[in-house]
């Protein structure tokens, strides 16, 4: 009897031990160091460390892929309560103006994006898309875009505002620093409310057909309970959200190659220049937002970063900003990037397959 299969079977095993010891080390150091969404940072970079050795793992099982996209979901959509929809309720046109600005210069960098040789339209508006950048990640490949090249994008997003955000608030507006404010809620009461929004919504939003359903139906699902207030805020265990964070870094990094790895490297003075572009870009309409609702400057710019969402909270809450209007305006933007990108992105690709 032939023991190939059971060699095979030892070296896929073995493959994911190497990928979960080396995703753990980096991980334990970028917290060490403080690195923004140090989960997916750890994921990436194991990801990529085995993928260019030959011997990881081809790609995350697709069960493992949904279990992660409806936990995200679970996460963004527990940002929106009725709290924040309240206090945006009698300003909701001068916020739904500023979103939609935000959007069409975070759309429009997309398409600017994709005049590089390397990056098609799909690819290139899930990576400047503004916001919910794990969710992004997670459904890129669903949606039609190049996952290596959006994982890497929006991280490099994410680092360029959660390190400019703090430095802004203190130099520009003058802001104090502090760290977030714990949550009071209980938590196990919270995760289990998390666990259900997972477990109702992938299923809903799949027998409903809507795109990127394993992200989007935990999501609405998570957001409706909220606004609702009759449970507990929808939250997870650390240990499945760690864990949803480091697959979809897999996710966008295992099919690397070192042909994919030069391929970004190519992409990514563009795409900075375009982050700063739609950074400066989200700063004046937020000061506009700010004059509109009769805010201080700082929480306008905080209102309107295009992603960073820690970093902004931990300088908000250190500030004394209106944090329940920031987090409302940021929220907002989110559902609404989370929603059109499946749209635009389908359309981007009909349009593709025409004669």
Do not use: K
């Not at 609702?228 to 939250?235: E, F, K, M, R």
């Not at 306008?300 to 970063?305: H, I, M, S």
């Not at 970093?311 to 409302?328: E, F, P, R």
């Amino acid at each position: 009897m032939s023991t190939l299969p059971i060699r095979r079977q030892r070296a896929r095993v073995g493959a994911w031990v190497v990928l979960l010891v080396v995703t753990l080390v980096v991980l334990l150091g970028a917290r060490a160091v403080g690195l923004p969404s140090p989960e997916i940072l750890a994921g990436m970079v194991g990801g990529i460390a085995l993928a260019l050795s030959g011997r990881g793992p081809r790609a995350v099982p697709a069960a493992g892929n949904v279990v992660a996209q409806a936990a995200i979901g679970v996460m963004l959509g527990s940002m929106v309560s009725s709290n924040e929809l309240r206090a945006l309720a009698h300003d909701w046109a001068a916020v739904l103006a500023v979103t939609v600005l935000t959007l069409a210069i975070s759309f429009g960098s997309g398409f600017l994006l994709a005049l590089h040789p390397a990056v098609d339209r799909v690819t290139g508006v899930l990576s400047m898309a503004a916001g919910g950048a794990s969710g992004l990640v997670a459904v890129a490949q669903e949606l039609g875009g190049d996952v290596r090249v959006v994982g890497m994008l929006q991280y490099a997003r994410v680092l360029l505002i959660t390190a400019a955000t703090p430095m802004v608030a203190a130099y520009v507006f003058g802001a104090a620093s502090s760290p977030p404010v714990p949550a009071t809620q209980d938590p196990a009461l919270g995760a289990l409310v998390g666990l259900g929004c997972m477990v109702v919504g992938a299923p809903l939003a799949r027998l409903a057909r809507v795109p990127a359903g394993d992200l989007l139906g935990p999501m609405i699902v998570a957001a409706a309970v909220g606004i609702q207030g009759g449970l507990p805020t929808p939250s997870l265990p650390l240990l499945v959200s760690t864990a949803a964070y480091v697959v979809i870094g897999w996710t966008a990094t295992l099919g690397f190659t070192r042909g994919a790895i030069s391929m970004v490297a190519r992409i990514l003075p563009l795409a900075f220049g375009l982050v700063v572009v739609l950074v400066l870009a989200s700063a004046a309409s937020g000061l506009w937002l700010a004059r509109l609702l009769g805010l201080p400057a700082m929480d306008g710019y905080l209102a309107t970063t295009p992603g960073g969402m820690f970093a902004v909270l931990a300088v908000a809450a250190g500030a004394g900003s209106n944090i329940t209007v920031i987090t409302g305006v940021q929220a907002v933007r989110l559902f609404m990037m989370l929603a059109l990108t499946p749209v635009l992105t389908g359309w981007l690709r009909r349009r593709a397959r025409q004669p």
